[in-house]
């Protein structure tokens, strides 16, 4: 059936929507994680929602399955990839890449999913730097709507990116288009600036899910403040960890520091400056040296930045999958998950390169896992460490949440109630399961 549909595709849309070349969908297909690649059937390039529209109807007609992606810049978790070798990769931000509307009043931009942080950083340097964004550790060209709607973060005051959307045009699995909140009302004047209008709150639907494709939304923007200071302090021992917490808790829940306040371990800070030292270890893993650590006041300045990327280089073979749990934020806590991260990883040949994100209550606890990816052996490792990990924190009390492409259908296993209700929703808005099936398990 696919044939067809892409020669229906090409009919509706033209020649140059569709590419089924050898090495496109090669090149669709590569990931870094230890699952191994995944290759997509063939891969669109819509520019309009009216065209999403038509592939959407299109694939229901084929019975053919998508798996849509704005700009696949997320590194360690699975980038253009689809969860399922064989679905048709949709990428939205080819030519998606608008800023509709950016309201200097307000403070907010309309975006399509190929707008980037250092696209819309430019643009707002180039209005004179009256709002900032909220960037991430990732590439500076990862798309704003594909890391909010994965409920990817930042590190300033506007740090939760998902809650910073508003007013979502979305196109459903029978190829509807919608949009949430006030802007569900033809030409309403509050669409993008009020989330609480009437009805149940639907943006949370199109969080970590297949029930539609994001085509537009407002993201918030926050007012550059006059002046940015950054500081840091270093503890030399890793069971300060502890304390460390217990400190910045009461900075975060007082709302004394802004920000996000980042712990890092030596290991994370090192590792986006060197590479693993094989030549000084005879080959030994995990590293059993003590690196120093930086700070990193361009995340909390919304600068998007390439710095931390260079943790991707640590190990040959360019492997990474990320590992992120939440820790409550009490020192204890803390303290004996440390511990259990770092007997596993250092049980499977790994190091523990983590970063605590902090806030008032909970931290977002990201491991960054660096592989060989050529290597089979260490691929296998990986994705038993992974596992262990997973199973260690599930026993624990303190579940897994953001997870690469080859582990969500797995972890979603472990969550049959979720798994039961998520479904019968997909059934409702997207019947014929065209949408990404198993994305995040759904």
């Not at 019975?63 to 699975?78: A, D, K, M, R």
């Not at 926050?222 to 030399?236: E, L």
């Not at 920000?259 to 590792?271: C, D, G, P």
């Amino acid at each position: 059936m696919s044939a067809q549909f892409f020669k229906a595709v090409c009919a509706e849309l033209g020649e140059d929507a569709v590419d089924l070349t050898d090495d496109t969908l090669a090149a669709y297909g590569a990931n870094r994680l230890p699952g191994g690649d995944r290759c997509p059937s063939g891969v669109l390039f819509p520019r309009t929602v009216g065209d999403v529209q038509v592939i959407v109807q299109l694939a229901n007609r084929h019975e053919v399955t998508l798996w849509p992606t704005s700009t696949g810049q997320n590194l360690g978790l699975g980038e253009f990839s689809p969860v399922r070798a064989g679905q048709a990769v949709v990428h939205l931000g080819r030519y998606m890449n608008r800023i509709v509307e950016l309201d200097e009043t307000l403070g907010y931009a309309v975006i399509e999913p190929g707008v980037t942080f250092r696209q819309l950083r430019a643009e707002l340097a180039a209005r004179g730097d009256k709002f900032m964004i909220s960037g991430t550790s990732g590439p500076p060209d990862g798309g704003i709507l594909g890391n909010a709607l994965d409920r990817g973060a930042g590190y300033t005051p506007y740090f939760d990116h998902f809650g910073m959307l508003c007013g979502l045009e979305v196109v459903l699995g029978n190829g509807e288009l919608i949009s949430t909140g006030d802007a569900a009302l033809p030409g309403a004047k509050t669409g993008h600036i009020n989330k609480s209008g009437f009805g149940p709150l639907l943006d949370g639907l199109f969080s970590q899910s297949n029930y539609g494709i994001v085509t537009r939304a407002a993201i918030w923007l926050m007012p550059r403040p006059p002046a940015i200071r950054s500081f840091g302090f270093t503890f030399p021992e890793e069971d300060d960890l502890a304390e460390i917490i217990d400190l910045v808790r009461p900075l975060k829940m007082a709302n004394v520091v802004p920000t996000l306040i980042k712990v890092t371990s030596a290991e994370y800070a090192f590792t986006t400056r060197e590479r693993y030292p094989f030549d000084r270890t005879g080959g030994a893993t995990p590293l059993p040296e003590d690196p120093v650590l930086s700070t990193h006041l361009d995340t909390f300045s919304g600068e998007p930045t390439e710095a931390e990327l260079g943790l991707l280089d640590w190990r040959p073979g360019g492997g990474a999958t990320w590992f992120l749990p939440a820790t409550p934020m009490i020192g204890e806590v803390a303290a004996a998950q440390q511990r259990v991260s770092l007997d596993i990883l250092t049980h499977f040949g790994f190091e523990r390169c983590v970063e605590f994100v902090c806030g008032p209550r909970a931290a977002r606890a990201l491991h960054v896992v660096v592989l060989n990816r050529a290597d089979p052996a260490e691929r296998h490792r990986m994705d038993d460490c992974y596992a262990a990990l997973v199973a260690a924190y599930d026993k624990l009390g303190y579940p897994i949440g953001r997870t690469p492409t080859d582990w969500q259908e797995r972890a979603m296993s472990r969550l049959p109630g979720l798994a039961a209700v998520t479904s019968a929703v997909k059934g409702a808005l997207d019947p014929n399961r065209v949408l990404a099936p198993g994305k995040y398990g759904i």
